[in-house]
């Protein structure tokens, strides 16, 4: 991409994450897409996960923080306002973030093989502190997910490490303790008892995902609503399990949400199971399923998709942004404190085209080119 595309880049948010600069009515939530007061017009990657903040890089491998919670997340004194303009984290991490995430509390940034870990929530001993961690891989970081209390690294030689609290298996190395190992444990891929590389990863808010080189996703952790995807609501699922139910579909990219699950195959299909309350799910019923099920009302095959707590995103490949699930805090982007039961275009500007977009635990981002 170059420099002249990157400074007519805009990013978009709504739901639970902006200032009272941005809605005074309302400090907290926005239902409509409203444009992100950028302090770099080069903002051009936004990533998934947060509650109450968000997070994006620019051009130059800087990470910015904002929103309601961002003063929390920093361990910085202060009232949401103080939150209202993206920070950079350049005093802590400098330049050269490769890629992040962020779960309920906490953020994960990678920077070559090193990924760093800061916010109130939980290291790898599973201790709650708000001091930065730094996790070395043997192989540069090629992905992070974060769920609500658990971390996944994933490396480019395709081997998956997993961290945090443990409570429902959700770290996959076969047990349920309340803390994780002591080191991030080798959960899959190469050096693992399951050497199969591990293309792409995603954290539910107590569960994990995780694809294989040939396609087929795995499951496993909290999985009471069937979201793990063994076809059988459990408490915990401690071991990765193949979700038999997506047979012979080559599936790309995977996400989780608080209770539900995504799965996007190459063809551009897209498959939800699990909780599905607030219509997350994106099936027209409020009935939740614990096996995989084709969104038949998306007639345009899709591009990415991303889960937050109880809504989902999905970007289709003509840059069409969809939206399902809870719309109390206006995450879906409607307008409306309503949920959408069916996947329903987010409104952007005109002539302007959406590239990318990532869910908050209540909030969602859209990147415009």
């Known amino acids: 991409v170059d420099t002249q595309q990157h400074l007519t880049m805009a990013i978009l948010q709504t739901g639970f994450i902006a200032s009272g600069r941005v809605d005074p009515a309302n400090s907290a939530e926005i239902t409509s897409p409203t444009p992100l007061a950028l302090p770099h017009a080069d903002l051009v990657k936004a990533y998934p996960g947060g509650w109450g903040f968000g997070l994006a890089s620019n051009a130059g491998g800087s990470l910015f923080v904002w929103g309601v919670n961002a003063a929390t997340l920093l361990d910085k004194q202060g009232s949401a306002e103080d939150g209202a303009d993206p920070s950079a984290l350049d005093q802590v991490l400098g330049d050269g973030v490769t890629t992040a995430a962020a779960g309920f509390d906490h953020v994960l940034v990678a920077t070559g093989e090193e990924t760093h870990v800061f916010g109130p929530s939980y290291t790898p001993q599973g201790v709650r502190g708000l001091h930065l961690a730094s996790i070395h891989t043997p192989h540069p970081v090629a992905a992070l997910a974060a769920g609500e209390h658990h971390s996944l690294i994933l490396t480019r030689a395709g081997s998956l490490y997993a961290f945090g609290l443990n409570r429902e298996g959700q770290l996959g190395t076969g047990r349920t303790d309340a803390r994780g ?48 995807g063994t076809g059988e609501a459990t408490p915990a699922v401690s071991s990765p399990h193949l979700v ?37 799910l994106g099936d027209g019923t409020t009935q939740t399923s614990l096996q995989p099920k084709l969104l038949e009302a998306v007639t345009v095959p899709v591009a990415s998709i991303s889960a937050g707590a109880r809504h989902s995103l999905l970007l289709t490949r003509t840059g069409c942004a969809l939206a399902a699930g809870h719309g109390a805090f206006g995450a879906t982007g409607t307008g409306r404190y309503e949920d959408s039961l069916a996947p329903t275009a987010v409104a952007s500007p005109a002539g302007r085209r959406v590239t990318a977009l990532a869910a908050g635990w209540w909030h969602s981002l859209f990147v415009l080119a």
């Open 181 to 228: 190992p002591e080191a991030p444990a080798l959960v899959l891929g190469p050096g693992s008892s399951r050497p199969e590389p591990i293309t792409a990863v995603a954290a539910g808010a107590r569960h994990s995902l995780a694809v294989t080189r040939q396609g087929q996703v795995l499951g496993w952790g909290w999985s009471l609503h069937g979201q793990a």
């Open 244 to 280: 038999a139910a997506l047979g012979p579909l080559v599936v790309d990219s995977v996400a989780g949400g608080q209770a539900h699950s995504l799965a996007l195959t190459q063809d551009g299909d897209v498959y939800a199971w699990g909780l599905n309350g607030d219509g997350q």
